[in-house]
C-alpha cells in the first residue's frame, strides 16, 4: 500500500538557520503530494502541494519539489522564525478518483531565538 | 468564516459510557474525515464519508461508528469507550472534485480521555 517516512523529530534550530525535512513516499501510479502544518494547539491547515513531477509547491518561504525519480519531497526554508515553530505532515493523495490521504507521522520543529 | 467546528475540545469520561464528538463544516464540502492523533503514530483516519449517507472505514475504524444525515454534519460516536481510545481527534473536510479536493480543512480537535 501507500506510504509516507518522514525524517524522525524533533528538529531543534536557532533563528535564521536552514530547514529541510525530508519526506520519501512509496506508491503505485502518479500521486498528488503535500505538506501540512500543526501549530500549537491547532488542527492541521495546507501549507503546500505539488500535483505532478517536477512541481515546486511553495508557501510562506517554504518549498517542496515533487522529484518522482527519487520518490521525494523535502520541505525547505532559508531561514525559519520562531513563529515557525510546529508540527509538520508530509501527506499524499493517489490517483484520480481517490480522496484518501496517507500522512507521515510528522516532524517536530523547534525554533529557538 | 470557513470553518470545521468539532465539539467538545476536551472530554473526560469513564469505560463503557456512550459519548458523541460532533463536527459542522460551513463549506458545502462533500468530503468529510475523522482521524485520531496518538505520539509517534501520527494521524490515522477512522472513517470518512464523501457524501450524504455515504460513509466508509478508514484505518482504524474499531470502535467508532459514524452518520451522515444531513451534509454538513459528521459526527463521531463511540458506543463503549475504552482507554485504548484516550487520543486526540480531528474532523477535516474538503470539496470532492477540482483543485479543492484534498485541501483539508482541520477542526481545533477534541482531546478525548477515557478512564
Known amino acids: 500500500g501507500d506510504s509516507v517516512t518522514q525524517m524522525e523529530g524533533p528538529v531543534t534550530l536557532s533563528e535564521e538557520a536552514f530547514l529541510t525535512i525530508n519526506c520519501t513516499y512509496t506508491?503505485?501510479?502518479?500521486?498528488?503530494l503535500f505538506w501540512y502544518v500543526q501549530y500549537p494547539g491547532e488542527g492541521l491547515q495546507l501549507l503546500l502541494k505539488a500535483t505532478k513531477a517536477d512541481d515546486k509547491g511553495s508557501n510562506k518561504g517554504f518549498e517542496a519539489t515533487y522529484r518522482k525519480e527519487t520518490t521525494s519531497f523535502h520541505l525547505e526554508k532559508g531561514s525559519v522564525q520562531v513563529s515557525d515553530s510546529a508540527v509538520y505532515f508530509c501527506a499524499l493523495r493517489n490517483g484520480a478518483g481517490s480522496y484518501q490521504l496517507t500522512f507521515g507521522k510528522g516532524t517536530k520543529l523547534s525554533v529557538i531565538p | 468564516e470557513a470553518q470545521v467546528t468539532q465539539n467538545p475540545r476536551y472530554l473526560i469520561t469513564v469505560t463503557g459510557k456512550k459519548l458523541t464528538v460532533t463536527c459542522s463544516q460551513n463549506m458545502n464540502h462533500e468530503y468529510m474525515s475523522w482521524y485520531r492523533q496518538d505520539p509517534g503514530l501520527g494521524l490515522r483516519q477512522i472513517y470518512y464519508s464523501m457524501n450524504v449517507e455515504v460513509t466508509d472505514k478508514g484505518d482504524v475504524p474499531e470502535g467508532y461508528k459514524v452518520s451522515r444525515k444531513e451534509k454538513r454534519n459528521f459526527p463521531l460516536i463511540l458506543e463503549s469507550p475504552s482507554p485504548n481510545q484516550t487520543s486526540l481527534y480531528f474532523c477535516?473536510?474538503?470539496?470532492?472534485?477540482?483543485?479543492?479536493?484534498?485541501?483539508?480543512?482541520f477542526g481545533a480537535g477534541s482531546r478525548l480521555t477515557v478512564l
Open positions: 477535516a473536510s474538503s470539496l470532492s472534485r477540482g483543485p479543492g479536493a484534498n485541501v483539508l480543512t
Open positions: 506508491a503505485t501510479g502518479y500521486p498528488s
